[in-house]
């Protein structure tokens, strides 16, 4: 099944039949790595965002949600060290290209080629990963599998959700408002967790209402580069300055974030322009719009 709410009824056992289709590909995936690692690891930690937005939209009506959330955490963070290095690789030719737009680049090509080399150096090649690599991830979601097949979710319909859907999108608001006061790279990576999850939350109803939410749905996604952008520029700044070999790009780093931090917030006034209790009642419309039973 897609990853969505297909009907009205039994939103125990869809949240159920979502969680274990997402759990044995991951497992799937985790088990056959190839010469694309990088790639696998993409795909298994968005796998576990899904699925933590999956619990976080049932979480007040879901006993287990904390255990289960945290385990996809804990799943994803296994996974993270070998695709951070890939990341910073990224963003760091992200930024020269960004550095090289206005015509006179203040990193030069000797710095650059330095700093390339050591961020390289930190990223593991591919032939350095094999089956082994993936047994925590493996081992983790393993054990959620076998869980998932007994989640018992309370409420019906809507009101198993809305809570959750709602919940969210407040706290989408209120780090946008925190981020505006003080847009330091913590407040902005932190109210960049709620967009994501905002943005699996309109996915899981998109077939209520496909043609009024997949706007809202891509242009979420949309701030939620936005955002992505501007926190790896804060991990590499950090990176850098480990490495004692920073020059002159943290002077660009800036730049480039405060640029990417004006878009999102013009995008995320948008977003968040509409009422809590008001985004609820339209929501709530729009699932009335699903078929009652499959």
């Given at each position: 099944?897609?990853?969505?709410?297909?009907?009205?009824?039994?939103?125990?056992?869809?949240?159920?039949?979502?969680?274990?289709?997402?759990?044995?590909?991951?497992?799937?995936?985790?088990?056959?790595?190839?010469?694309?690692?990088?790639?696998?690891?993409?795909?298994?930690?968005?796998?576990?965002?899904?699925?933590?937005?999956?619990?976080?939209?049932?979480?007040?009506?879901?006993?287990?949600?904390?255990?289960?959330?945290?385990?996809?955490?804990?799943?994803?963070?296994?996974?993270?060290?070998?695709?951070?290095?890939?990341?910073?690789?990224?963003?760091?030719?992200?930024?020269?290209?960004?550095?090289?737009?206005?015509?006179?680049?203040?990193?030069?090509?000797?710095?650059?080629?330095?700093?390339r080399q050591e961020l390289e150096n930190g990223a593991e090649p591919a032939e350095a990963w094999n089956k082994d690599r993936f047994a925590e991830f493996r081992t983790i979601f393993k054990a959620a599998k076998k869980r998932a097949a007994n989640w018992s979710v309370d409420g019906r319909g809507f009101d198993a959700l809305s809570d959750g859907l709602i919940g969210n999108y407040r706290q989408f608001r209120q780090r946008l408002a925190a981020a505006e006061d003080d847009p330091v790279a913590e407040h902005l990576h932190e109210w960049r967790?709620?967009?994501?999850?905002?943005?699996?939350?309109?996915?899981?109803?998109?077939?209520?209402?496909?043609?009024?939410?997949?706007?809202?749905?891509?242009?979420?996604?949309?701030?939620?580069?936005?955002?992505?952008?501007?926190?790896?520029?804060?991990?590499?700044?950090?990176?850098?300055?480990?490495?004692?070999?920073?020059?002159?790009?943290?002077?660009?780093?800036?730049?480039?974030?405060?640029?990417?931090?004006?878009?999102?917030?013009?995008?995320?006034?948008?977003?968040?322009?509409?009422?809590?209790?008001?985004?609820?009642?339209?929501?709530?419309?729009?699932?009335?719009?699903?078929?009652?039973?499959?």
């Open positions: 099944m897609s990853f969505a709410f297909t009907h009205r009824r039994n939103v125990e056992a869809q949240v159920r039949a979502m969680a274990l289709e997402q759990i044995e590909k991951g497992l799937e995936e985790a088990s056959q790595p190839n010469d694309e690692p990088s790639k696998i690891v993409h795909g298994l930690r968005r796998r576990c965002k899904k699925l933590r937005g999956l619990v976080r939209l049932v979480g007040s009506n879901f006993k287990r949600a904390d255990k289960e959330n945290k385990a996809f955490r804990d799943a994803a963070s296994s996974l993270s060290q070998s695709r951070d290095a890939v990341v910073l690789v990224e963003t760091f030719a992200g930024l020269l290209e960004f550095d090289r737009e206005g015509g006179s680049p203040k990193i030069g090509e000797i710095e650059a080629s330095r700093i967790k709620f967009a994501k999850y905002h943005g699996h939350h309109l996915g899981l109803l998109r077939r209520s209402a496909p043609d009024l939410l997949k706007n809202r749905q891509t242009a979420i996604g949309q701030l939620g580069d936005l955002l992505g952008d501007h926190h790896n520029l804060a991990v590499l700044e950090q990176k850098l300055a480990r490495l004692d070999v920073a020059g002159s790009v943290p002077e660009v780093i800036a730049a480039r974030q405060q640029e990417l931090a004006g878009s999102a917030f013009f995008m995320g006034r948008q977003l968040g322009a509409e009422k809590p209790a008001a985004l609820r009642r339209r929501l709530e419309k729009y699932w009335l719009l699903l078929p009652e039973k499959s």
